[in-house]
């Protein structure tokens, strides 16, 4: 039961992210956008969730990411508690991309930009969605794998992806 991990483009690995220059950071935009649906396709199937996938989905794919998520190759258990594995962490991180992707296609106002300024920002130099109201952004990986962790620490629901979503909805022109 092997899960695709996150692998960006090697060449951005040598440099922290903080630390990125505007060339590399637009690197790691396109190399997330073009791997998008590539993941969630990844992502439906490992689950035994049929294409296309709807928002009113989200609830049954909480369902079985959360069990997923309680399985050895996706988190282990240590004195502080569940910690997300790679595979762990790209399995939330898509979970994350798939709100996104629906996001867009209800709403195609929304696009995605690259967090710029402050440089204390947690999304500083990543991808993020753009063009909600008040200019709120989403990160839909950190997001997605926030979630989860709340999910293991019995701080979220399995719901949590699909209240993420109707969260950001209600933001959306």
Do not use: C
């Not at 794998?145 to 709340?150: H, K, N, P, T, V």
């Amino acid at each position: 039961m092997n899960y695709p991990v996150f692998a960006p483009p090697p060449e951005l690995a040598v440099v922290r992210r903080r630390d990125w220059n505007r060339k590399q950071a637009a690197m790691y935009r396109d190399w997330l956008i073009d791997a998008i649906d590539l993941r969630i396709a990844n992502l439906l199937e490992f689950i035994e969730v049929g294409p296309p996938a709807r928002p009113t989905d989200l609830g049954t794919i909480g369902q079985k990411v959360e069990q997923f998520l309680r399985m050895p190759a996706f988190s282990t258990t240590g004195p502080s508690g569940p910690t997300l594995t790679n595979e762990g962490h790209a399995l939330a991180a898509d979970v994350g991309l798939l709100v996104a992707k629906l996001l867009r296609d209800i709403h195609p106002t929304l696009h995605w930009d690259i967090v710029r300024a402050p440089k204390t920002d947690m999304s500083y130099n990543l991808p993020v969605l753009a063009g909600f109201v008040n200019e709120q952004v989403l990160d839909p990986v950190e997001g997605g794998i926030g979630e989860a962790r709340a999910v293991l620490k019995g701080k979220a629901t399995s719901d949590a992806w699909l209240k993420t979503y109707e969260f950001w909805s209600q933001r959306a022109p």
